[in-house]
Nanobody, 114 residues
Framework: VQLVESGGGLVQAGGSLRLSCAAS????????MGWYRQAPGKQRELVAT????????NYADSVKGRFTISRDNAKNTIYLQMNSLEPEDTAVYYC????????WGQGTQVTVSS
């Protein structure tokens, strides 16, 4: 499975961004997709996940109520709508897909200025 992310950038605090992650290859094997992020000097942390079957979602407490993960199965794409962004959300955001194995995207930078 190959993953390509897009949609990162620079935004002011309180603003919004939408990330996309398009999967290709053996997409039939994917069970869960989601987003992790890694800020400078910190460990990579889970942001949100969504299942391929029932579309169940899971969020980190720090983003609940501000971020929404969604999917378009026909396009093999997931999205992360990020609203009310805070400087603490600044990080490289990585898409991942879990199927037979775990695959990662190349990452996209999100920078939130105060």
């Amino acid at each position: 499975v190959q993953l390509v992310e897009s949609g990162g950038g620079l935004v002011q605090a309180g603003g919004s961004l939408r990330l996309s992650c398009a999967a290709s290859g053996s997409t039939f094997s994917i069970r869960v997709m989601g987003w992790y992020r890694q800020a400078p000097g910190k460990q990579r942390e889970l942001v949100a996940t969504i299942t391929s079957g029932g579309g169940s979602t899971n969020y980190a407490d720090s983003v609940k109520g501000r971020f929404t993960i969604s999917r378009d199965n026909a396009k093999n794409t997931i999205y992360l709508q990020m609203n009310s962004l805070e400087p603490e959300d600044t990080a490289v955001y990585y898409c991942y897909a879990q199927g037979i194995g775990v695959n990662w995207g190349q990452g996209t930078q999100v920078t939130v200025s105060s």
